[in-house]
């Protein structure tokens, strides 16, 4: 059995905790680290980042919410299921904290688990007509102000109609996964992961009307980006990736094909999860 390793060095400082995974692995799995963490592990196998979720049969990440994130743009592209372990603040999509991060990978060598797919975004930023940026996304799409002293002027449209229209600090089309993320803090909906749709929230608009909207994954969504109060817009992919977005700008976003696999080795489910990490 092959076991990508993909350590956070923010989060594990000196890779201690990583260290301590792979000592337990030792023996029991193949390990396989990024070349950048090259002499960490002695035992480990160091390769290329597409070479490591080209031939892992699963991934152990270890950080936070967004270390996650920024792992399942790959490792959905080669269908390799991951699981978390947080090292984080919230680490609402992990699976484990560190206490119990060994017996957690314990119950998947010993084959007691099951995966559950999470769906994902793809977005498509255009601009005079040709493709400039395209990316998926597990959390969600955000359109958001340039500067800080200026809200934006941004059009949702759904499968080329107008519905809603906003002067806001930003729109968010969120996933299920995203819904209990940023879109939460800005007043929008939890909605359970198994459903299929997508969220979209307005950040801090300037209209009592600008509500979230639960649409289908069936439709396709268009922010458009009109500079009537800001020359500039940003647009980032689950919080990373990001680009600088000009009047007549927009992004299409629809379900996308792959879909993140996350594994699930303990007997919580979602609202476990979600009455621990937000009933405080």
Same mark, same amino acid.
């Given at each position: ?105 314990? /119950? ?97 608009? /300037? ?74």
């Amino acid at each position: 059995m092959n076991v990508a390793i993909i350590p956070n060095p923010e989060k594990d400082l000196d890779l201690n905790v990583t260290k301590e995974l792979c000592d337990y692995l030792h023996g029991r799995a193949a390990l396989l680290l990024e070349e950048r963490f090259m002499g960490a592990v002695p035992f480990a196998r160091y390769c290329p980042k597409e070479t490591l979720f080209s031939s892992a049969d699963f991934a152990i990440v270890l950080g936070g919410d967004g270390t996650l994130l920024h792992a399942a743009k790959d490792a959905s592209r080669f269908r390799l299921p991951i699981m978390g372990i947080n090292l984080g603040h919230l680490g609402f999509l992990a699976q484990a904290e560190q206490a119990g991060m060994l017996e957690c990978v314990n /119950h998947i060598l010993e084959g007691h688990y099951t995966i559950e797919k999470r769906m994902m975004l793809n977005a498509c930023v255009y601009r005079d007509g040709e493709l400039i940026k395209t990316a998926d996304v597990l959390n969600d799409v955000i359109v958001s102000r340039f500067s800080m002293l200026r809200m934006i002027q941004v059009q949702l449209y759904l499968d080329g109609k107008l519905i809603q229209s906003c002067t806001a600090d930003g729109l968010i089309l969120a996933t299920p996964t995203g819904s209990t993320a940023y879109s939460l803090s800005a007043g929008g909906p939890i909605i359970d992961p198994e459903a299929e749709v997508v969220l979209a929230t307005p950040v801090c608009p /300037h209209n009592l009307l600008a509500r979230s909207i639960v649409v289908p994954t069936s439709k396709n969504l268009t922010i458009e980006f009109a500079a009537s109060y800001s020359p500039k817009a940003i647009v980032r992919f689950d919080g990373a990736d990001e680009i600088t977005l000009q009047e007549g700008d927009y992004v299409a976003v629809q379900k996308s094909e792959n879909s993140t696999q996350l594994i699930q080795a303990n007997h919580t489910n979602f609202y476990d999860i979600l009455y621990e990490k937000l009933s405080y």
